[in-house]
């Protein structure tokens, strides 16, 4: 998925509560170009740049894809980055430049490594009414920013606790361990909660956690959060406690990692180290070089890549 052109994280504002949790607020952003749809976005941002090796956290729909057009992100470029995609309803087409044609569905991640280079595209199918879901990103630490292009996919089961089903696409939580490999200790999962549910979770206590609230209005330790709303906690707590405040089924994702210790340039689809580097891709992307390969079977051109600022572009490390 291609983000908005940024100089650096955006201010959406956040605060932390008395539990220790810090809720972080999204942003509207427009993504892919003259076809953009509106996605929320709760990082990067000023507060917080990172959650772990988490690095980009986009949140969209319900969009009735009659009225919205749906996604139609053509061709773009990605480096230092894995690209994480999850749906809760509709159906995205996936078309990448090492050949992967694959369909993005609710309840299956696809996660692409873009390393050293790579381009794709995303567009929602025809059959498609309804489109809703997150499009994540991760930096890749720098001994690993130049891996090979990769792509995987994977459909991970369910798991029922007391008021709580669990999908475990990343890493391990409740019992659950993903095969899916990254490069860095990494949790992702999806948690849908019963009407007035509270969920005690067993967590790695090296790992700071980010809950996204997709629906309902959700407590993350007692602090609450609602749709839209990422809630942050520090490293050091040997379990999260989840409760459902609403009265109706609710949705969250969590995410969590150690601390990325650290700091990255990031910009457009681009994450780096230095301003020299992020120039570079830019400049390989423009004159179309074999860095980022070619997508097949996109029906339009390619994204152009937007203008670089006069100013160096400022490395950002993880707010302590």
Not at 94 to 110: I, K, Q, T
Not at 207 to 233: C, I, N
Not at 234 to 263: C, H, I, M, Q
């Amino acid at each position: 998925m291609s983000g908005k052109t940024e100089t650096g994280p955006g201010a959406a504002g956040s605060g932390t509560a008395g539990s220790g949790v810090e809720v972080l607020s999204a942003r509207d952003v427009p993504l892919g170009g003259p076809r953009a749809m509106t996605v929320r976005r709760t990082l990067p941002q000023r507060a917080r740049t990172l959650i772990g090796a988490w690095c980009f956290a986009d949140h969209y729909g319900p969009d009735d894809v009659a009225e919205s057009g749906g996604m139609d992100v053509a061709p773009h470029p990605h480096i230092g980055l894995q690209t994480v995609s999850w749906l809760f309803d509709g159906e995205i087409e996936h078309r990448d430049s090492l050949g992967s044609h694959a369909l993005v569905r609710p309840g299956e991640l696809n996660l692409m490594t873009g390393g050293r280079g790579i381009s794709h595209s995303e567009v929602s199918t025809a059959r498609t009414t309804l489109l809703h879901g997150v499009q994540l990103w991760v930096a890749l630490p720098g001994e690993h920013r130049n891996a090979a292009r990769d792509f995987q996919h994977y459909a991970p089961g369910t798991v029922r606790l007391d008021g709580a089903d669990v999908r475990v696409f990343l890493g391990s939580l409740a019992g659950e361990t993903s095969p899916v490999r990254t490069f860095t200790p990494l949790l992702g999962a999806e948690l849908r909660l019963d009407p007035g549910a509270t969920v005690t979770l067993a967590t790695d206590p090296a790992f700071e956690h980010g809950l996204l609230v997709d629906e309902g209005e959700v407590r993350l330790s007692g602090t609450l959060l609602r749709p839209a709303e990422l809630g942050y906690t520090a490293p050091g707590s040997t379990t999260l406690t989840l409760t459902n405040a609403s009265d109706a089924p609710a949705r969250t994702v969590l995410l969590g990692g150690p601390p990325f210790e650290e700091e990255v340039v990031m910009w457009w689809n681009f994450v780096g180290r230095t301003d020299e580097e992020i120039r570079q891709a830019r400049e390989d992307w423009a004159a179309a070089s074999d860095r980022f390969g070619e997508v097949a079977g996109y029906p339009g051109d390619r994204l152009p890549a937007p203008e670089l600022p006069t100013t160096p572009l400022k490395p950002r490390g993880r707010v302590r």
